[in-house]
């Protein structure tokens, strides 16, 4: 039996999908690339913009016009709100939401019987942490480790909430045990990653992310800790403390900005205003005066006039992002801004975009082009015509003239020359 996997979406759809693969190889599948003919098609889905859903729904078809008469399953935040519409798609074999993703074998097998197409959304007050691990990846030398799931914020723009539930912790114990497994199969660095991942252990009792990330700095053989992303407000002493005192925390942090401008991040409900977020970076910078601090912005938000957006650009400016992953503002239905006054046009959102587009890039050249001359360490993750190529804790690419033995390696690394996207590194013997 062959299988067919296509992930759509953010760091815990990739994990969730690692979990699947290592279950049908297990079982005997044989995972076959997706643009391949196979037996089953497992999609995960998101539903993070319209255009996320679209997309969702095109791949769905793919697989069915690809399979004639595959098992095609359907998983995610896509389906989970919008279930009806992913089973009136002719050929949707089994729909899921964002529980049950490691009942899919099951599931199929009882396909198998009864021929009929199986639906298993369960209501968001209904789900609970799903028992998942991992002990190796597919596709990556990176570890990603999902020690959380749901959200508890309600931003007035995201329908994460609506399709992920609310707050719910992996058990730390089980945490420890997986990371563990995955420093003795070889992995030097681990992401940390949830749909909120700083708020790990809000849950549990007298524990809480800082706790874990401590637990996790003890452990052989993990020599990098990423945090995949981490709000402003989650920032607090005892965070500060830790990645003050940690060995192993990489120097990069991402941490959604949303909007520079207070105003609309009052109607995006962000619970923080530019004065506090400021105060924040400073207090990081004291602590890592080099490190890279990358974000997210949304522009053409409801309401965003030229003033309000140029708020956010000299925000940008003068906090110095090292890099910005920018969004133009997308509807979604449910949520309270998409019944918001003044929507802005779609053609000045797009303009808005090139606009920090262009200001991300002048950040990026120049916070990387400064190291150039410096010494920082390299873990080795592909193998592309006699280089090497990684990333730094920084996240800065680099690459190193070797051979393919030496993939997942860190090596100590002078940066010599930087073109604009990677580094060309030379080993420190």
Known sequence: MKVAFYTLGCKVNSYETEVNIENFKENGYEIVPFNEKADVYVINTCSVTNTADQKSRKIIREAVKRGENAIVVVMGCY???????????????????????????DLIEEYKKNKKQIVKV??????????????????????????????????????????????????????????????????????????????????????????????????????RIRISSIEIVELDEKFLKTLKNSKKIVNHIHIPLQSGSDTILKKMNRRYLMADFIKKINEIRTIRPDIAITTDVIVGFPGETDELFNETVESIKKIGFTELHVFPYSKREGTPAAIMPNQVDGNIAKERVKTLINLSNELKNKYYSNLVGSEEYLLTETYIDGYLYGHLTNYGLCKIK???????????????SYDGECYLGEVIK
């Not at 002719?90 to 899919?104: C, E, F, H, Q, Y």
């Not at 609506?162 to 990371?179: A, H, L």
């Not at 070797?402 to 010599?416: A, M, T």
């Open 79 to 105: 389906s989970q709100i919008k279930y009806l519409e992913a089973s009136s798609i002719p050929g949707v074999s089994i729909v899921l939401g964002t529980a049950n993703k490691t009942s899919i074998l």
């Open 122 to 223: 369960l209501d968001l007050k209904d789900i609970k942490f799903e028992d998942m691990e991992l002990n190796k990846f597919e596709t990556h030398t990176r570890a990603f480790v999902k020690i959380q799931d749901g959200c508890n914020n309600y931003c007035t723009y995201c329908i994460i909430p609506y399709t992920r539930g609310n707050v719910r912790s992996k058990p730390k114990n089980e945490v420890i045990k997986e990371i563990t497994n995955l420093a003795n199969n070889g992995y030097k660095e681990i992401v940390l990653t949830g749909i909120h991942t700083g708020h790990y252990g809000k849950d549990i009792e007298e524990y809480d992310f800082s706790d874990l990330l401590s637990e996790i700095e003890k452990i052989d053989g993990i020599e």
């Open 402 to 416: 070797s051979d393919e033995r030496d993939i997942n390696q860190i090596f100590k690394v002078k940066l010599n």
